[in-house]
């Protein structure tokens, strides 16, 4: 979220040992009020004094990216994708639809739930270094989308549904280096697939 005096970190949706035993209460300490409270902290220091103070943060994304990848765009990215990745999990996840629009979308353009987990995890595996997987629409259609550092599909025009963080600070602590582990708790145990229905019900129609 930004505010007039910049951007700002928001509360956590659950607390923090909500997630355990998938994601400790020890990765979430970290990772919010450390990692996550220095990017919004940097991003507002950087962006003072240019044309992407006080603007929205998804159009504060977009901004930035059309001066180039640089720090204010990656600062600022960071914020928006580490929020949208606290709104894609949930206590209660890892319950796939069983209708509705997401599932519908799902069987068209992956033909079930289990083939998109399966591509899901293995373009979160295929993602070299740090980054994110992305579950977006764009188009009409659904899209699994790898990208590295702090690129955001935002950018591109597409809408995010559901987003894991696949820099290592984010499962390090819990399951060491083993990527694939973690990814098979997240879409298994946390992601939030409500939510990613609301997001997909709520993007216009191209």
Not at 35 to 52: C, F, I, S
Request: glycine share 8%; net charge neutral; charged share 20%.
């Amino acid at each position: 979220m930004a505010t007039a005096d910049g951007f700002a970190l928001p509360e956590l949706p659950y607390a923090l040992n909500a997630l355990e035993p998938h994601m400790s209460a020890r990765t979430l300490e970290l990772h919010h009020g450390k990692h996550h409270k220095a990017y919004v902290d940097r991003a507002n220091e950087l962006a003072r004094g240019t044309p992407v103070h006080g603007l929205p943060l998804e159009e504060a994304v977009v901004t930035a990216r059309k001066h180039g990848v640089g720090p204010l765009f990656n600062y600022i990215a960071q914020i928006y994708n580490h929020n949208l990745f606290w709104q894609s999990m949930t206590p209660e996840g890892g319950q796939p639809p069983r209708q509705g629009a997401l599932l519908d979308a799902i069987r068209a353009t992956f033909g079930n739930v289990d083939a998109f987990r399966q591509q899901f995890i293995k373009a979160g595996l295929g993602q070299f270094g740090s980054g994110w997987v992305w579950l977006v629409s764009h188009q009409g259609q659904l899209e699994i989308v790898a990208a590295g550092n702090a690129e955001t599909p935002l950018t591109d025009g597409k809408t995010p549904l559901l987003v894991c963080d696949l820099w290592e600070h984010a499962y390090y602590l819990d399951v060491q280096n083993r990527r694939e582990e973690f990814l098979m708790r997240w879409i298994d145990q946390l992601a939030h697939w409500a939510g990613a229905e609301k997001r997909l019900r709520a993007t216009p129609p191209r």
